[in-house]
């Protein structure tokens, strides 16, 4: 080969091989977020945007700051101010400083269960700039049903939770009821293998999210949108044999109400100290930074017929009216929703309400998450309209009642003279 050949041969490589590390680096950016910012790089501004975004739980803190650093890498113009706030009067908080225009929030995070609320007080802007993104494509049906009233979007999906069962899977077996739970538990041998643990089974059984499943589909709250007072019902003999079955665990595993809250089981769990447990999302950090070998799984059915029935709760971001520029405002809360929601659970220990987003994981991370989602997929969303506290109250003072003792029949009688469907 002739030098003029070589040369143009050797270039000739370099050209393809620099082809093929650009595809590489692209396809690099893509992984690590790079399409993330897109959002912040469309909004053509002149001036310095300063927006306030409103919140209540300090686990937010590291992915606010994370986004707002993003954001304004991405475009100098955008500074995003993340304020903690107190959520006692949250919405009233908000309302009297946009009014008085002093320190008001523009974008701000809350329990979609508020929606009403916020929207007779006129503090909630349509999710419609970015609404061709929230679909059940990018978000499960609980989610968008959360983020919607009266058939409006309003709300940005922020992150969820739900009660499920995990288990210890050196030392214990997957289970579809609580009835093969208890065999399990009565056959259960001691060895080197199992010497840590302390407690075979035990949850909070006062807390009404996590035992809510255990109504076993048998109570309507707001429909299937959760936004229908006039939808309000209870089937008293599902109940009632939802209840039965529910007030047998007490004697089957020695379970004291008020003993044990979830922080505690969560805790024991992850030590390695007890094999089966009820938990949710806001403890799986905790569980998955541990050296437990586990696995998660729906909260088992409580008898033939008695299928467990999981409701999710949704935290969502709000745009203000009040705010200074709707535009920015808008696009922040996608950017806090849709656009760099990957990194939530990372910096914050809270799942994001979009799905798919375990990709850069490893596959039992990507596993769990997976379970975790499909639970969230088929979940149903708390009730968004005014005054549904009540009924989610009345069903905790029910349970507890049971649990301590009281006639079945009696309990559910009187839980059940409470839903009257409202106009």
């Not at 091989?17 to 650009?22: C, L, R």
């Not at 310095?48 to 991405?74: F, G, H, I, R």
Request: net charge negative; with cysteine; charged share 25%.
């Amino acid at each position: 080969m002739n030098l003029f050949k070589k040369k143009k041969a050797i270039n000739c490589t370099r050209k393809i091989a620099a082809i093929i590390i650009g595809i590489v680096f692209c396809f690099s950016l893509i992984g690590c977020g790079e399409n993330a910012d897109k959002t912040a790089k469309s909004i053509q501004l002149e001036t310095l945007k300063k927006v306030t975004v409103w919140y209540t739980n300090d686990k937010y803190t590291p992915y606010l700051e994370y986004v707002a650093n993003q954001v304004n890498q991405a475009n100098k113009l955008i500074e995003i101010k993340p304020q903690l706030m107190d959520s006692e009067n949250y919405l009233e908080n908000i309302y009297n400083n946009s009014i008085h225009g002093s320190d008001a929030p523009d974008v701000y995070i809350m329990s979609a269960d508020q929606l009403e609320k916020a929207n007779m007080m006129g503090l909630v802007l349509k999710n419609n700039t970015y609404a061709s993104y929230y679909n059940e494509k990018n978000f499960s049906k609980a989610a968008i049903e959360a983020a919607t009233f009266d058939n409006e979007l309003y709300g940005y999906p922020m992150s969820f939770n739900i009660p499920f069962m995990v288990y210890n899977k050196d030392v214990a077996q997957k289970v579809s009821t609580f009835d093969e739970l208890y065999q399990y538990s009565l056959n259960y041998k001691m060895d080197d293998k199992n010497a840590n643990i302390k407690q075979i089974f035990d949850w909070d059984v006062s807390n009404m999210f996590i035992n809510y499943c255990f109504s076993c589909d048998s109570i309507d709250i707001g429909s299937e949108t959760g936004d229908d007072i006039s939808s309000l019902s209870v089937n008293k003999e599902i109940l009632k044999r939802a209840m039965e079955q529910y007030v047998k665990q007490k004697e089957q595993f020695g379970i004291v109400r008020g003993t044990n809250i979830i922080d505690d089981t969560s805790t024991k769990f992850a030590e390695g100290t007890m094999a089966y447990t009820i938990t949710d999302v806001n403890h799986l950090k905790e569980i998955a930074s541990s050296s437990v070998n586990y696995e998660i799984i729906k909260v088992p059915k409580l008898a033939d017929g008695l299928e467990t029935a999981l409701m999710s709760e949704n935290m969502d971001v709000f745009v203000s009216p009040y705010a200074d520029d709707i535009e920015v405002a808008k696009a922040v809360a996608h950017c806090l929703s849709y656009d760099y929601a990957d990194i939530m659970f990372e910096k914050s220990g809270l799942l994001c309400a979009k799905n798919s987003v375990s990709s850069n994981k490893n596959a039992k991370d990507r596993n769990t998450k997976d379970v975790i989602y499909q639970l969230f997929n088929n979940s149903k969303c708390q009730a968004q309209f005014m005054g549904q506290t009540y009924y989610y109250s009345r069903y905790e003072i029910m349970i507890h009642k049971v649990w301590d003792g009281e006639d079945i029949t009696t309990a559910v009688d009187a839980f059940a003279a409470d839903f009257v469907p409202q106009k």
